[in-house]
Structure formats: C-alpha cells, structure tokens
C-alpha cells in the first residue's frame, strides 16, 4: 500500500500550486506531483536553455491574479514574490511611424490616442469608464463557482441604473448586446481610427478568439484591467510566481513532487482513490484534483469506461482550435530601437517596458486567422514582443537582453503536411523579419534563439493542439458552460475526483481563480469526501 493522503494533486501549474496552498492550509495532508522536473507548468521561467538568462518559456506578464486577493491571502511576499510594475503596458507602433502608448493613467493614455484622433481619445476614455464600472461584477464571479443567472443577475442589479444615469452612454441592454457581438464588431463601431482599432483588437485577441468570433466582445475587459490594476512582471521573471506559491504549500506542510508523471488516476469501487505513477508507485488519497486538461484528466488517466457514454462524446466535441500561436525567445545585444519612439544613447524607454505590439491592421488580424483556419501559416503573424532585461536586468548577463515574441495564429497541424520542425525555423525568421520594419536592423543583434511551435507547446507544456487556453474561450464554453454545464462545478462524476485549471472557469491566463475555486469547493463539501 502507498502512502495516504488528503489529497492528491495533478499537475503543478500555478492553479494547482494554489488549490494546494489553500488546502494545506486549512490542515490537509496534500501531495502534488508533476511530470516535469520543475514547478510551474506555463508559468515557468528556466535557466538552463542559454547559460546565464533566465527566460519565461511561457507566460510573461500577469495581470488578473493582481485584482485578486490571492496573493495577498497567501502572505506570497514573504516566500519571494515582489512584483514590478509596467508602465506603460503597451507600446503599439505603426507601418507610418506613428504609435500610441497605453498607460495605466488613463489621461496619459488618451494624450497619446489625441496625437492621431482627438475624438477617439474622447471615447477611449468614455469606453473605459463605462465598460471599467460595467466589468466589476463580471470581476467578482471569477472567485466563484460559477451559476447560471449569477453574472447578468449581478451586472443588472448592481449597475443598471447607474450605467444609464452617470455615463449616459447606452443601455445597459446595449453593452450586454455588445458582450454576444464580436470584439472586431464593438471595437469598429466605437473607434474611428485604422490604428486604434488594431492595437484594441491584438489585446483583444490575447485570449485566442478569432475577431469575429461572437461572445468575443468581452475579451477586451483585460485593456479595461490593465488600467485599473495595471500589467505586472514578477522580478526574477514569470515563474518565481510558481516559486513563491511552492514555498507557501511547502511552508503549511504540503508536499510538492517534480519529475513524477501520473500515469492514471486511481478509481475504485467507482470513486477516485489516488493516482499511480509511471514508474508504478502508488499513492493514496481521499480526494484526487486534476490540473490538467480536461480531455488528457478524462479521457486518458481515467478509463472513458468509467463515464457515460454522453460525458464522453461531449468531451470528445469541445472546440479546442486547431492551434493558437508560438513563442520565441530570444537572446540580444541591444533592445529593439522603434522608429516610432527612439532610443536615447541605447538606453530603453517607454516603448520596451510592456508589451510592444506589432499588428497594422485588424484586417491583417483577420487574415492571418483566416489563413490558420485553412492550416496555413500567417503571412504576416500578428506579433507581440516583449523586452523583460528593460525593467528586470538581472535576467541576463550585463548588457545582454532577452526578447520574446507570442505571435498568432499559427496552426497545429499544417494544411500542406509540412512538419514543425522544418516550419518553425521559417517562422522565426518571418517574426524577426517583421521586426526589422519596426524597428531596422534589430535582428543583427540576436545572439540565439530558443523556438516553442505549436506542437512542442502540447509536448512540453501539456497544452494540447497547443492551446494556451485548453479550450476556446468562446462565449458558449465560459462561465457555467465551461468545461461542460455538468462539470462547471469543478466535480467531475466519479465520486472524489474534481477538476481545476484553464479547463475550468474562469478559463486559461495567470489568475489562480480555478485553483481558489477548486480548493474552496473541495473544503465545503470536505466532511462528506472523507466519510466516503
């Protein structure tokens, strides 16, 4: 017999790394193992790809676990974690030589859409305000298992007059109108110039939905965020998140294990009982919670068998896009110098603090998803790149940086039958050659370049058809519907097995809601699981 626990957790990505934090905390016995050697998952910063840089193979920045008190529930100061704001977030430059700068302050935001559209700025700054005040209850059902009729229940009452009376811009019918239209729609009939347009939509697109894709209008709730609690990089990089969460388990006893793949989630007598490793130890426990995808959680550690045959065939359909994007990362002797805002003596500026996005249109946004559809690769791949040495020097050796580059949509399987070992290479000259028309001759600085394609998102990361989000983040898979209606509440059917992550809602990006909402769904249902 292996050893007993409380609970067992799947996977050691930050949402299980949370759920654990909170049970360890309330006095359970709880173990996590990871089949990678390091904690993380897709907030994982590693040292050992270039010697002497510390790089994010993953996520870079993080943005709503800041509006959530998790951070602060969790003491994740004291384990390490200091975070460095960045201000501004967004630096989007133009074919032109035009650009616009996003500021958490909204004023100097505005200044900066004024310099290409006065009346634009105007309602940028209407557009946030409304949007800002219409948002804060969408904001609160992330802590919370989700349950229909919550949400709009909660935007009506809490919002409905005040929306009509103080910002007298529209009912509030009409933004939930605008939350079932797509964010090309809303942002086309609100905003009035090409540029302004195209850099809303590329933040819009973060989440992976196409432009047109309907329910998308509530994608740019994260451009409304990242004014009110602004866009943050964890010093050290994005995996000392992780870090900090594994000290914090480690601290109120919990056990985190690395290197230990599961092989299949334990179930007896009809109920979750553990989980076996690959290497055949099993270990025991009375609550078994899966972090990983829902498909790779029920379809392959548990015996479909076990399901009904309906569980199955819905599992089987949910819509995972067939890829989303890849990453390079990059290391440099220079920061890119932007023709639209240069570089003083070398030095960085504004332009490299945050996110710099490279997109010149939201048509060029919409053929490059119209072109992954069709399994092909974008001719011109949205970019968005990032300088983290601007702000975080020690993550390089002196005068050295790092630049990262998420593009989108890339396909994970090629139309043609190209593989991705021949194409990604292809890919990553494609980037830096777009670069180049930002800001000339940046590529000569590159020193070496580290490449994760959409396949090697799957292989490495767990991300399957190398899906950040797990599932699209389409309106009909969020909220109650996401995975599944009847797996909304993070339990699954067999009796102690229970589900969190990007699978789960709120849905994928760094929050650490689903492993809250895990953990405290399992804590007030705690009595009846260990009586079974």
């Known amino acids: 017999m292996g050893e007993q626990y409380d609970v067992v957790i799947v996977g050691a990505g930050h949402n299980g790394l949370v759920c654990g934090c909170y049970l360890a905390r309330a006095g359970l016995r709880v173990l996590i193992v990871e089949r990678r050697p390091i904690a993380g998952g897709a907030v994982m910063t590693e040292h050992d790809i270039f010697a002497g840089y510390a790089i994010d193979t993953c ?50 935001t505005c200044a900066s859409i004024a310099q290409l559209n006065p009346a634009d700025a105007d309602r940028y700054r209407n557009f946030i305000t409304l949007w800002g005040t219409f948002n804060e209850p969408v904001y609160a059902t992330f802590l919370a298992a989700p349950r229909a009729g919550s949400m709009l229940g909660s935007i009506i009452k809490r919002n409905g007059a005040k929306l009509r009376q103080n910002v007298g811009l529209g009912k509030t019918t009409d933004l939930l109108k605008s939350i079932f239209g797509s964010y090309a729609q809303l942002i086309d009939t609100t905003f009035e110039d090409p540029r302004l347009k195209a850099a809303l939509a590329w933040f819009a697109a973060q989440s992976g939905g196409a432009p047109d894709d309907p329910g998308g209008g509530e994608m740019l709730a994260w451009q409304i965020l990242c004014h009110q609690t602004g866009c943050w990089r964890p010093k050290g990089g994005s995996g000392m998140l992780a870090q900090a969460l594994a000290r914090c388990m480690e601290h109120h006893g919990g056990e985190v294990r690395v290197a230990a793949p599961v092989a299949r989630i334990l179930v007896n007598d009809g ?49 995972i896009a067939n890829g989303m994007g890849m990453t390079i990362r990059c290391t440099a002797d220079a920061l890119p110098n932007y023709s639209a805002l240069p570089m003083i003596e070398q030095q960085p500026n504004e332009a490299h603090r945050g996110m710099q996005l490279i997109s ?71 980037m830096l050659r777009i670069v180049d028309q930002y800001a000339p001759g940046f590529s000569d600085h590159i020193t070496g370049i580290y490449i994760k394609t959409p396949p090697d998102l799957e292989r490495i990361g767990g991300l399957l058809r190398g899906h950040l989000m797990h599932i699209d983040m389409t309106l009909d898979q969020m909220f109650m519907f996401r995975p599944l209606p009847e797996l909304s509440q993070y339990q699954t059917p067999i009796p102690g097995l229970w589900l969190t992550g990007a699978s789960t809602h709120p849905g994928g990006g760094v929050s650490g809601a689903p492993g809250y909402n895990t953990a405290h769904e399992v804590l007030r249902n705690w009595k009846a699981i260990a009586r079974r």
């Open 59 to 108: 996520s870079s920045f993080h943005i709503v676990i800041k509006a959530l008190p998790i951070i602060e529930e969790l003491g994740l100061e004291q384990f390490g974690l200091e975070y460095l704001p960045m201000d501004p977030f967004g630096f989007a430059p133009f074919p032109d030589g035009t650009s616009i700068t996003f500021w958490r302050d909204l004023e100097k």
């Open 271 to 319: 109920k979750a009982r553990g989980v076996e490793l690959a290497d055949g130890e099993i270990i025991n426990a009375r609550c078994v919670i899966s972090n990983a995808h829902v498909q790779t959680t029920l379809l392959d550690l548990v015996d479909p068998e076990l399901l009904d045959a309906e569980l199955v065939r819905k599992l089987r359909n949910l819509r």
């Open 360 to 430: 010149p249109s939201l048509s060029s946004l919409r053929r490059a998803y119209h072109e992954s559809e069709l399994g092909m690769a974008p001719t011109a791949p949205a970019i968005l790149a990032m300088t983290p040495t601007a702000m975080d020097p020690e993550l390089a050796p002196p005068n050295k940086h790092i630049f990262n580059i998420w593009a989108q949509w890339h396909p994970y399987t090629l139309a043609d039958g190209t593989s991705w070992e021949e194409q990604g290479p292809r890919e990553a000259e494609k």
